[in-house]
């Protein structure tokens, strides 16, 4: 799995792998998924791109985006004469 972050876009890709089995005394069926995936979000405006951290446990993916300072609005008042 890679996680990446590169112009206020978090992407996520990877590839899944899994084998199911079911088995009892009249059905046994087995699953695969597998194939690969691409995900991609747009980053928070508040969001401070150098505290966004991964954790992958248990086969969940933990993705952790910590606010920054809000930003300040890039303009001006404008005197009217």
């Known amino acids: 799995m890679k996680v990446t972050l590169e112009d206020g876009v978090l992407c996520i890709q990877g590839e899944r792998k899994?084998?199911?089995e079911e088995k009892n005394e009249k059905v046994?069926?087995?699953?695969?998924?597998q194939g690969s995936f691409y995900r991609s979000f747009t980053m928070p405006v508040d969001a401070d791109?150098?505290?966004v951290s991964a954790k992958y446990?248990?086969?969940?993916l933990d993705v952790s985006i910590a606010k920054g300072q809000a930003k300040k609005p890039n303009g001006r008042q404008i005197t009217i004469r």
Request: aromatic share 0%; proline share 6%; net charge neutral.
């Open 28 to 33: 046994h069926r087995a699953e695969i998924q």
């Open 49 to 51: 791109p150098e505290k």
């Open 57 to 60: 446990e248990n086969g969940m």
């Open 18 to 20: 899994s084998h199911k």
